[in-house]
């Protein structure tokens, strides 16, 4: 028997630019993901959209954490920011054109962060990396917020309302052998 993906909840404040119905259609958007992974699953349909949904659920998961526990600031002394994150490289990464994610890396070959763009969800994802922080860059994560023109002013209000802890933490337990 497969086990099945269970939809996660997620415990978000209030957010800077971002609205409650917006995360609100979000979180269903997300829904549905863990719903198709789990169909295609249980009828062994293993084809073309599955890497779709699942990369669709596993992205989501980590962008909304990211909310969780209200907006904390990135330490300068933090073990990421220490492996050489660049914010501002990072913003103009998110600004590409075209919907995707923007998403960082920790490499647990090289042992380095690396930030890469993800077509879609599922066209790009970097092999042997784990993702540390994803910034969902498809348009429904910030359209009804701030119109295709605000993309720009999405990325700024994600940045001032993610818990960087969060993040520091997805760093620490990927990296752990590389410290150790």
């Not at 863990?34 to 998961?61: C, I």
């Not at 070959?109 to 092999?127: A, C, F, N, T, Y």
């Not at 917020?145 to 960087?164: A, R």
């Amino acid at each position: 028997m497969t086990k099945q993906f269970k939809e996660q909840k997620f415990n978000i404040p209030e957010l800077k630019g971002i609205s409650k119905r917006n995360i609100e259609e979000h979180l269903k958007l997300y829904g549905a993901y863990v719903k198709n992974a789990n169909d295609l699953l249980v009828e062994q349909e293993y084809n073309r959209r599955f890497p779709f949904e699942f990369n669709g659920m596993r992205n989501h998961e980590i962008y909304f954490s990211q909310f969780e526990g209200g907006p904390q600031s990135l330490s300068g002394d933090s073990e990421f920011a220490k492996a050489g994150f660049d914010l501002e490289k990072f913003k103009k990464l998110a600004l590409t054109r075209g919907v995707g994610w923007a998403m960082v890396y920790y490499d647990s070959v090289s042992k380095q962060l690396i930030q890469s763009w993800v077509d879609e969800q599922h066209l790009g994802q970097l092999l042997q990396c784990t993702p540390v922080l994803a910034l969902d860059m498809w348009e429904h994560s910030y359209v009804a917020d701030y119109q295709p023109s605000g993309k720009k002013n999405y990325i700024e209000d994600f940045f001032d309302n993610i818990n960087w802890r969060v993040v520091e933490q997805n760093f620490l337990e990927v990296s752990k052998d590389a410290r150790d």
